[in-house]
């Protein structure tokens, strides 16, 4: 038995002597001495003093520790809680005691029986008392019982009145927009859990995997002392050897994603006690109940305030505290007692307010990705969808909440005319006075608009003039904000919220991405975003009900400024960031295309499939839905139906080119009968179902009326129409579509449809027809013919486009090639690092290249020699390429070549192809972990990366040979590398004879030859710029902003870091940690730390401060660094300074090119106002304006 462990068990043994046997440990009772038995078991120490206190505790106080140790509480957790209550019991003892002893022994002696009565008579009375109270209870709950009683049939009786009144509107009835939110989230929970497969899981069971450290009493441990806790830090349970760094790493992640408090058992406790006041919870009211008026938490202005015991300091009004004494009286013994806001997970102390407001708001928005349409958008688009993207789903976009309804409550009040209508379509009219809402609708709106009335204009104004230096929106309540009374301002948490709303106001519903994108597909003809109302916007109905003039204008301005909004930009923002070259142009441009199922092969599927079943046979071109969709919305003025052939209909000349009157009467009459295909009445049935108005009935209805129901039969037949088909087109995601699974994985029906108008507009950049442009120019039959048939039969001769459309496709053909996929930044990057034997490139489809299956599914020779042309024509546009120009401008040492990037130009030789073990993050998992490496013993490259060496390892003989070549290279680890840089000849880790002299830091007493010293710092000069990219300063901007969560700073190499790919290519944990190291010692070099020594010199509050959460709190003037560590930071801030031409860096030169005069970046009068884009608040010279738009005129390339 080793040593030391042998020393441990004789220590525990002789602390166990020195209490068995002890008086006072002895007298505690068998549950408090087992307790602390196992505290002396685990080293703690149990002095007398302990031993005293616990004497006082009582025999109902020990029979709940029995409950404690049931239910597997922590032993030091019940010590804490003995201890308190011990003290408690030890100050309030009866000081009277011993007199009253005296007394009794006194009367004894007189006539014991007398007294003896009277203490009967006492208990009678007593009983009595009880029995009298008991009555009483009964009765206020009989009263209580009646009151709720008498409250649901007034509810009920309400809901009613607004069932009847909606659908007297021919509104559909939805009783879930009247239900309170608390019922509302119990059923959500209830369906939640019902449809889950692990219906009966619960996500607080850390002991799901087996691992000692997730049990609960670890996972408290490090709730409590975070980095010092001494059990869940352990090598092995018990141990006094710390775990590594990266295995520390893996719990507190394990930990931060899995806080108790996240369980359903206490979402549904906030759910059942959210509406209760602060002051209402147990520690309140048992502080009331013990100290009275002496009290110093249930007597507070607020919570901060209580939860501090400052209630003497801030006090609430008399009045109020009043208040609460009353409800204090009738709600004894324990108040509301809420678990969900506990300290940790079963204590009586709560949370901080802002851990509190934390909590709250991951319980409203925290699960919104699990709803139906989350999860139908993921079915639809896969890990491009919006919860993959957005942190919380936009809230509060009920019609009735937008600015035109709050400002007529704010003005008028219960004259409004807007706010209380039924409909939004009364309220757009005015009409809240003709058709107002029930009672119960207008109280809910009432109830929130006072709820929010910081969202008044005249409020936002005041954040908008004086951002965080206002007043009148930080005011805890309206009426404080109108007297001027700014006292007391709401806390942070509530201050951050209004903020971020005042940020990102955008409210009507016109503004988000499905109507953007509706008016830039389809302009005038766009059938959802002119409507009136959100409710003619989501139907389609738009042509049936419009909006005016005025505001239909409104929108088409707001759409043109921004254009950028689009779906596809912003995913191209999010793929590609500062890479992405469609969402930081200029303008609009329909080149910019890249929704997956819009490539080649996709349209072809359609072609071959679903178009095949809604195309009529012969020469009925005018069947098709958008000619049916022409005639319903323009009738005789339509310019498609009416065409003479489908040529000119789809170009919308039928005017000109008109068919006969004959043919004409006879479409009209087909039109009569075949009503229900327009793609109006699919949208009804693909959004709707069916609760859909017009697609089942009988006869055409009249708009905004449901006609009587067809036939089942009829219906059924209609429905078979709607449906779609195909095994590619229409499946919720790429991969899935590639792998013809679309029938088991459809996207929505509406999605389809939209998939469906699109194809039927765009047939001609099917691959056919590419190919056709492609090897006839303009001399090719299929790609220029006026439709899809005459194009397959290769008619362009006798049935062409018009030029314009020829035109056009020719444009498209030419330069909106660039939305194939390998021409995206990752695939390029592969090109350039790998060449012929890169794995993602040469692929035949991007769900294959993303799994780097290019030689199991490679595509054509001729398509992979026509990607490598344009490859080496494009070199450029690699993200190292990028990278280094947005380093080093056009100096850089890859800007200045004139050919395309060898694989020696990227990497060092050693680490391409099968040498990636070589990289220095696996030599330093060798060098620190030995076997125990997760990373340098992985099979591949991807297992290397995630850490899976221990299940997916290589084989002993490639183990041997790369800890052989480890041997001879450990000193090119990331570690080694730091050292020499940091300390030079000084350092005790690169200079070492051998690992193990390094893993000891004897390179001082154990170092190697001086050739051999020599070799290595070449090595580290060669190489040392090339790793560190992360130390640019974006990175640290990310990392300071970010922390462990940032998505650059962690990336594994300088183009994830670009794009923000951190989480999804991250870098090893050894390397994370050399780099946390590193910007502990170096946050202050921050942009936001030199523009704030730029800007405001020594009076800078941020890059003068002592360490990192002083900088971020702006406490540089109380909390500074010492003098000579801020001349240090100055010294460098001078000479990284820009000089005199700071505006000739890449990003001012952007902001020239995108904006011209009106930039307000590189307008600016100093680097500062430049990198804050405040050109136009603190602008340069006329003179000095013209000198650089002169160099930029130069430079702009």
């Not at 009765?139 to 007297?168: C, F, H, I, Y």
Request: proline fraction near 6%; hydrophobic fraction near 25%.
């Amino acid at each position: 038995m080793p040593g030391d462990v042998k020393e441990d068990m004789n220590a525990d043994a002789a602390a166990r002597r020195e209490l068995v046997g002890n008086n006072l440990f002895e007298n505690l009772g068998d549950p408090i001495k087992n307790i602390l038995l196992l505290l002396t078991k685990e080293g703690k120490e149990v002095d007398e003093g302990t031993l005293q206190l616990l004497q006082h505790i009582t025999v109902k106080q020990l029979a709940k520790v029995f409950d404690m140790l049931n239910q597997e509480e922590d032993p030091e957790t019940i010590l804490a809680w003995l201890k308190r209550r011990a003290r408690k019991n030890k100050g309030g003892e009866d000081d009277w005691k011993e007199e009253r002893k005296k007394l009794i022994s006194t009367g004894a002696e007189r006539d014991p029986i007398a007294f003896y009565k009277a203490i009967e008579e006492a208990n009678a009375a007593k009983a009595d008392e009880y029995q009298q109270m008991e009555e009483e209870r009964a009765q206020l709950r009989l009263a209580k019982t009646k009151e709720r009683e008498k409250s649901r049939q007034k509810k009920a009786d309400e809901l009613e009145e607004a069932k009847k009144a909606v659908e007297d509107e021919g509104g559909w009835w939805k009783a879930t927009d009247h239900m309170p939110e608390k019922d509302k989230n119990a059923i959500n929970n209830a369906f939640e859990k019902f449809a889950t497969k692990n219906s009966d899981f619960d996500n607080t069971d850390k002991d799901q995997d087996g691992e000692w450290w997730k049990r609960d009493p670890f996972r408290r441990d490090w709730e409590r002392h975070k980095g010092k806790g001494k059990k869940w830090t352990a090598v092995i349970e018990g141990a006094k050897d710390k775990a590594t760094d990266a295995e520390l790493a893996v719990r507190e992640e394990f930990y931060k994603g899995n806080d108790w408090w996240k369980a359903d058992r206490y979402k549904r406790d906030w759910d059942a006690t959210k509406d209760n006041d602060w002051w209402k919870e147990e520690p309140y009211i048992k502080d009331w109940q013990q100290n009275k008026h002496e009290g110093a938490r249930w007597k507070a202005a607020d919570e901060e305030s209580g939860l501090e015991s400052e209630g003497n300091t801030y006090p609430a009004t008399p009045e109020e505290q009043k208040r609460r004494e009353e409800w204090y009286k009738a709600n004894g013994p324990s108040g509301v007692v809420k678990k969900w806001n506990a300290a940790t997970e079963g204590d009586p102390e709560k949370c901080s307010v802002p851990e509190k407001h934390a909590r709250e708001e991951f319980y409203r928005n925290g699960d919104w990705w699990k709803n139906d349409d989350a999860r139908q958008d993921f079915k639809d688009k896969g890990l491009d969808c919006d919860a993959m993207k957005f942190a919380a789903q936009p809230k509060d976009q009920e019609w009735w909440k937008q600015e035109p309804y709050r400002e007529d409550y704010f003005k008028n009040g219960d004259k409004g005319k807007k706010w209380p209508a039924i409909t939004e379509e009364a309220g757009i009219d005015g009409n809240g006075d003709k058709k107002p809402a029930p009672s119960v609708e207008k109280q809910k709106r009432e109830d929130w608009y006072k709820a929010n009335w910081w969202k008044q204009p005249e409020i936002k104004d005041d954040w908008k003039k004086n951002g965080k230096t206002g007043k009148a929106w930080k005011a805890p309540s309206e009426a404080d904000a109108k007297s001027g009374n700014y006292s007391k301002p709401v806390g942070p948490a509530e201050q951050r919220a209004r903020e971020d709303w005042y940020r990102n106001a955008d409210e009507e519903w016109w503004k988000q991405p499905q109507y953007i994108e509706d008016y830039f597909q389809k302009g005038d003809e766009g059938r959802h975003w002119p409507g009136k109302t959100e409710n003619d916007g989501k139907s389609g109905n738009a042509h049936v009900n419009p909006c005016d003039g005025p505001e239909k204008k409104k929108r088409e301005d707001w759409y043109r400024d921004n254009w950028w909004k689009q779906p596809k930009y912003t995913d191209d923002w999010h793929k590609n960031g500062a890479l992405g070259d469609a969402w930081c142009g200029k303008s609009d441009s329909s080149k910019v295309d890249k929704e997956w199922w819009k490539q080649g092969t996709f349209i072809e599927n359609w072609s071959n499939t679903h178009k095949q079943k809604t195309s009529p046979e012969g020469s009925d071109w005018w069947k098709q839905p958008q000619y049916v969709e022409d005639f319903y919305r323009f009738g005789p003025n339509g310019k498609k139906w009416c065409a003479k052939d489908e040529t000119h209909g789809a170009e919308g000349t039928g005017d000109q080119n008109p068919a006969t009157p004959d043919e004409k009467e006879a479409r009209e009459h087909w039109y009569g009968d075949n009503w229900w295909t327009a793609p109006k009445h699919a949208l009804d049935w693909a959004t709707l179902g069916p609760r859909g108005q017009t697609w089942k009935s009988a006869d055409l209805p009249e708009p905004g009326k449901a006609g009587s129901e067809a036939p089942e039969d009829v219906k059924a037949q209609r429905e078979d129409w709607y449906r779609p088909i195909g095994d590619m087109w229409r499946a919720s995601g790429e991969e899935l579509g590639f792998a013809k699974k679309a029938a088991e994985n459809p996207c929505t029906p509406a999605e389809a449809i939209r998939r469906d108008e699109w194809y039927r507009q765009n047939w001609w950049k099917a691959p056919e027809f590419v190919d056709d442009w492609k090897k006839n120019g303009s001399n090719g039959k299929k790609w220029a013919a006026g439709n899809e048939d005459a194009g397959k039969k290769g008619e362009a001769d006798k049935d062409p486009a018009s030029p314009e459309e020829q035109q056009l496709r020719d444009d498209w053909y030419r330069n909106a090639g660039d939305n194939e996929w390998w021409k995206e930044p990752q695939y390029c990057e592969d090109w350039a690092h790998n060449g012929p034997e890169g794995a993602m490139w040469t692929a035949d489809n991007r769900p294959n290249a993303n799994r780097r299956g290019g030689k199991e599914h490679p595509c054509p020779i001729k398509e992979k020699d026509e990607r490598d042309a344009w490859y080496n024509d494009n070199w450029w546009k690699t993200p190292t390429c990028h990278d280094d120009w947005k380093k080093n401008g056009k100096a850089g040492p890859l800007c200045g070549k004139k050919k395309p990037l060898t694989t020696l130009d990227r990497q060092d030789p050693e680490t391409i192809g099968d040498g990636w073990w070589k990289k220095p993050e696996y030599i330093e998992d060798w060098l620190k972990n030995g076997d125990g490496g997760k990373h340098w013993t992985g099979d591949d490259p991807v297992s290397a990366a995630a850490g899976l060496g221990h299940k997916k390892p290589a084989s002993d003989p490639e183990k041997e040979k790369r800890e052989k070549w480890y041997k001879d290279n450990w000193w090119k680890a990331p570690s080694c590398a730091d050292d020499w840089a940091k300390k030079g000849a000084n350092g005790k880790k690169w200079g070492a004879v051998d690992p193990d002299a390094t893993r000891g830091e004897n390179g001082d007493t154990k170092p190697a030859t001086d050739p051999e010293k020599e070799k290595r710092e070449d090595w580290y000069r060669k190489h040392a710029d090339g790793d560190d990219w992360w130390k640019r300063p974006e990175f640290i901007d990310d990392y300071q902003n970010a922390g462990p969560s940032g998505k650059k700073w962690t990336a594994g190499n300088p183009t994830a870091g670009a794009l923000g790919l951190g989480h999804e290519c991250p870098a090893s944990g050894p390397e994370k940690k050399k780099r946390e190291d590193w910007y502990k010692d170096n946050w202050w070099k921050a942009p936001s730390c030199a523009d704030d020594w730029a800007k405001k010199g020594a009076n800078g509050k941020k890059w003068g401060a002592v360490d990192p959460d002083a900088t971020r709190g702006e406490n540089g003037d109380t909390k500074p660094a010492t003098d000579p560590e801020k001349e240090k930071r100055e010294d460098w801030y001078r000479k990284h300074a820009d000089g005199d031409d700071w505006w000739k860096r890449p990003e001012f030169i952007d902001d020239y090119q995108n904006a011209g005069p009106s930039g307000k970046k590189w307008t600016a009068g100093n680097p500062t106002a430049g990198a804050l884009g405040l050109g136009h608040e603190c602008p340069a010279s006329g003179p000095e304006k013209k000198k650089r738009e002169d160099w930029y005129k130069d430079n702009w390339w």
